[in-house]
Nanobody, 126 residues
């Protein structure tokens, strides 16, 4: 089992940047594909980005392509989400998640992920 501890987030003006981090416990971090999700009030949890076990493959939701960057450092057991050119519609609680059953394909459904961080609020003021 892995525990995920998130950091970062907060309040930023539109057009600004934030970086989220998600640190995993245990020695098997490099076995897990990782994802970032977000959930705005009254909306379903949605995929933001995902990254393969060694970082060679990434996925981005259309709404964040060209603005967000997902990366990972397996030596530090950490996955990051760099968020640039933030918009008010990016306001949500952001979650990192780990997929323990890497099959070679990145997963976009929340139900496919096994472990979750505690969530962190990102608020973008216009």
């Amino acid at each position: 089992q892995v525990q995920l501890e998130q950091s970062g987030g907060g309040l930023v003006q539109a057009g600004g940047s934030l970086r989220l981090a998600c640190a995993a416990s245990g020695r098997t971090f490099s076995y897990y594909a990782m994802g970032w999700f977000r959930q705005a009030p009254g909306k379903d949890r949605e995929i933001v980005a995902a990254i393969s076990i060694y970082g060679g493959s990434t996925y981005y939701a259309d709404s964040v392509k060209g603005r967000f960057i997902i990366s990972r450092d397996n030596a530090k057991n950490t996955v990051y989400l760099q968020m640039n050119s933030l918009k008010s519609e990016d306001t949500a609680v952001y979650y990192c998640a780990a997929d323990r059953q890497w099959t070679g394909n990145l997963k976009v459904r929340a139900s496919a992920y096994d472990y979750w961080g505690q969530g962190t609020q990102v608020t973008v003021s216009s």
